[in-house]
């Protein structure tokens, strides 16, 4: 076998120009980020979630101090409150118990104050109740009950929340 030369040399072809295809994929890349960027800022600024309302309430034990009672205030910050954090005497639970009951047969208007705890009142506003701030209260002193109660929205009749 010999190499042979052919005469006339085939003519010689133009190599395929290569497809460039960097800036299609660069614009594509672009418009997804552009795409994603302006639907998480819609959500974020939107907050299509339902916003629901929490009524917090916390009982304290009979002879709390009022050093206690600061500690427990302070704690219940972290929860932000939409508006002021209230503290109910025994005397304010009774006129309120009063006012509850006023139709009511006589064996429970015979309730009086000292049989009624002091407490703490807050109100949470947001999508749903975190329970992450509440768990150090169970361990201070003074503290007695944690009640969280969800109020009524169109389409959900509200409940207890249960804070373990």
Do not use: W
Request: charged content about 25%; hydrophobic content about 40%; aromatic content about 8%.
């Amino acid at each position: 076998m010999s190499d042979v030369l052919q005469f006339p040399p085939a003519p010689l072809t133009a190599a395929p120009r290569p497809r460039r295809l960097l800036p299609y994929a660069v614009v594509g890349a672009v418009m997804l980020l552009v795409g994603a960027a302006g639907a998480s800022t819609y959500f974020v600024l939107t907050d299509r979630r339902d916003r629901h309302h929490y009524t917090v309430s916390v009982y304290l034990k009979k002879g709390t101090t009022d050093g206690q009672k600061a500690a427990i205030e302070a704690a219940l910050r972290d929860l932000h409150p939409a508006g002021s954090i209230t503290f109910e005497t025994r005397e304010q639970a009774l006129k309120k118990y009063r006012q509850m009951t006023k139709d009511a047969p006589s064996p429970l208007l015979d309730v009086t104050a000292d049989v009624l705890p002091e407490s703490f009142r807050l109100y949470v506003d947001g999508p749903e109740f975190d329970c992450t701030p509440v768990v150090p209260l169970r361990r201070m002193a003074g503290f007695d009950t944690l009640k969280v109660f969800q109020a009524p929205t169109e389409g959900h009749p509200g409940a207890e929340v249960l804070c373990n």
